[in-house]
């Protein structure tokens, strides 16, 4: 089993189910949630305490809000999420 397991967020499903999952059955690995920093919409519910509607990236596209029952998993286990800037995840593709 890893030490850490990284989800990427988007709606917040995979990280409910994975932290949910893993805190259970190996609750020594720590859960890490990572999302995109102009659609950060489970830091934000988190910061927020509860579901927020972030604003349009384009007319025609926008981050999902994050539904309170995929909130609560990374409230209650206290999970870091955190915001991956363009410019980290350019790092992390050049190498």
């Known amino acids: 089993m890893p030490d850490v397991v990284v989800v990427p967020v988007g709606g917040g499903g995979l990280l409910a189910g994975a932290a949910t999952y893993l805190s259970q059955r190996h609750p020594e690995v720590r859960i890490v949630g990572v999302e995109p920093a102009g659609a950060a919409s ?54």
């Open 42 to 95: 489970m830091r934000a519910a988190l910061d927020a305490g509860g579901p927020v509607m972030l604003p349009r990236l384009t007319p025609s596209l926008m981050a999902p809000p994050c539904a309170e029952w995929a909130i609560t998993p990374s409230r209650s286990l206290k999970l870091p999420v955190l915001k991956c800037s363009r410019s980290a995840r350019a790092g992390f593709q050049s190498r």
